[in-house]
């Protein structure tokens, strides 16, 4: 019989996955896997699911919300050859029908870490941790001592890199009147769930109003802006939670903020160059994007001049970056805007989006599995 | 380890290996084939191996791979000669022309011989082979007989999960 060559069963698995399989789109690694045992197996392979995080390129996930506000469904976009890429010959963009998949569930996502979207539920005080690509999910239990009204409930979800351990925050808003005092008090109420555990644990409470529902996760810690109310005493504060400390900490925005107060109001958080950013576009004429270094130290990474580009939002606040890996920024403005920048060829781009309604932010594909929580019920989609 | 006091042991290892090694495989150019002995020889050494009793093992080649890999090399050497850069409309021809198996085996040699080029070429090719591809249509395409339905099952119902696994969850 003629030779015909090797089969790819028969080629060594290290490097069938070091060479080939590692760096493929997440999608055709997702049809790969159900190709046959083999390929199965060694996608469930824990030394494949770090690889392919290590070489993973960002992604954008675009929330489709229906008419009450509620995520409906959810894309994931890689970020590595366009920057949103939708194109018909080259569609790796993965969608994903939560309305299919929890009928009746009035949904939100919370945050993302290492693939696993954490999602809370708004009636049933739940909390959902899933990995869309497994596709797994398991539920959390409720808080024990949470706010009754859902509204008054914020969380967070994060990844320690140190602990390697993933936790859930729960924060609750207790606000009590006394009529004989005529004074009022307010604190929030910090509750933290580790993954595996089964069990809320509550690490006490602090005093500060959080701008915004979503926090923005750094290397192991989470921040927030604090409210402008609170600005009045303390100018220059926003307030980081530590997953491995379990602490809180003020953190001083770039010393521009403190003087300015109205430029305050348009700034935003975000994630750059694996460091925490501030992103101002409170002026008409520019933009700019200080990254917090390593060390403590803000440094003004980034300055756009707006006046020499066409459709650029003006001042609205900029909600996510990301930077892809020809060195272009893409941004999502508040008022359904996404757009990249590119700094070598000075012009920006819009994108289209289906669906009227929807939120953008970042998030990394993942082969992790949630049954490396020992003790958690993990179902499957 | 005593790399001083074995220099004869070295020297008849590569007398043998110069007299073992095909006609045709020494067209690989001497730079690649020394290469090859120097980086096994490393290997041998940094695993606590003897000088006198070095074997070296090449891989297990087919002619018509080993034409294949002499071709690359050939033509990459010529063009690296001549102005210093490879031609990618080249590569992609070389590599676009051949078939399924030939693939695998090119990939398998390049990674074998530590041709750094002829791997990544190979490995690119094999990829861009799978993208947007159904399940259905890999297995046509790599000539893949295993059914996941049907054999290695552990349960019917994991056969069941695995069928509807991906095309289920995306759209």
């Known amino acids: 019989m003629d030779y015909h060559g090797s089969s790819i069963l028969d080629l060594p698995l290290n490097i069938v996955v070091d060479d080939i399989l590692s760096s493929l789109p997440t999608k055709t690694i997702i049809h790969w896997r159900c190709v046959c045992w083999t390929f199965r197996n060694i996608i469930s392979d824990k030394y494949f699911a770090n690889l392919h995080l290590l070489r993973s390129p960002g992604c954008l996930v675009i929330h489709h919300f229906d008419v009450d506000g509620y995520l409906s469904a959810y894309t994931v976009n890689e970020l590595k050859d366009k920057p949103y890429p939708n194109s018909p010959q080259h569609n790796q963009s993965m969608k994903f029908d939560l309305k299919e998949n929890f009928p009746r569930a009035k949904l939100h996502l919370v945050c993302s870490a290492n693939g696993f979207l954490c999602l809370r539920e708004s009636d049933a005080h739940a909390v959902c941790i899933c990995n869309p690509v497994m596709p797994e999910y398991l539920i959390l239990p409720p808080p024990e001592h949470t706010h009754w009204n859902i509204w008054k409930v914020d969380y967070a979800f994060g990844y320690c890199p140190v602990t390697g351990q993933y936790k859930v925050v729960c924060l609750s808003r207790i606000e009590t009147h006394d009529p004989a005092t005529r004074s009022s008090s307010y604190k929030l109420e910090v509750e933290v769930y580790t993954l595996g555990t089964r069990t809320w644990r509550n690490t006490g409470h602090f005093t500060h109003r959080l701008r915004g529902r979503s926090g923005v996760l750094v290397n192991g810690k989470i921040y927030w802006l604090v409210n402008a109310e609170e600005l009045c005493e303390c100018p220059d504060s926003k307030w980081s939670f530590d997953f491995e400390t379990e602490l809180t900490e003020h953190v001083s925005l770039p010393p521009k903020f403190s003087e300015d107060v109205f430029s305050y109001i348009s700034i935003s958080l975000g994630f750059l160059r694996c460091c925490l950013c501030v992103c101002d576009n409170s002026s008409y004429s520019d933009l700019a994007i200080w990254v917090f270094n390593e060390g403590g130290v803000w440094t003004r990474d980034v300055f756009i001049c707006k006046t020499s580009l066409r459709n650029w939002p003006f001042v609205d606040v900029i909600k996510h970056m990301a930077v892809l890996e020809d060195g272009d920024i893409v941004m999502f403005c508040a008022w359904e805007n996404l757009f990249s920048y590119n700094f070598n060829k000075i012009s920006s781009n819009h994108f289209n989006i289906s669906g009227r309604y929807f939120d953008v932010s970042a998030h990394v594909t993942s082969f992790f599995s949630l049954r490396e929580f020992e003790g958690e019920n993990v179902e499957i989609f | ?171």
């Open chain 2, 1 to 171: 380890m005593e790399k001083q006091q074995t220099p004869f042991g070295f020297h008849k290892l590569i007398f043998i290996l110069l007299i073992l090694l095909s006609v045709s495989m020494s067209a690989l150019g001497r730079d690649i084939l020394s290469d090859i002995i120097e980086l096994k020889i490393e290997s041998h050494i940094a695993s606590g191996g003897n000088f006198d009793s070095v074997t070296v093992e090449l891989p297990n080649l087919t002619g018509k791979t080993l034409a294949k890999v002499i071709e690359y090399c050939k033509k990459h050497e010529e063009s690296s000669e001549k102005t210093g850069e490879l031609s990618e409309k080249w590569d992609g021809e070389f590599i676009g022309g051949v078939e399924v198996g030939m693939l695998m085996d090119l990939f398998l040699a390049g990674y074998e011989l530590k041709i750094k080029g002829l791997n990544d070429l190979a490995a690119s090719r094999i990829g861009g082979m799978m993208l947007g591809k159904t399940p259905e249509e890999i297995r046509v395409i790599f000539d893949i007989k295993e059914d996941p339905l049907c054999k290695k099952s552990k349960s019917p119902k994991e056969g069941e999960r695995f069928a509807r696994d991906n095309p289920w969850a995306f759209q």
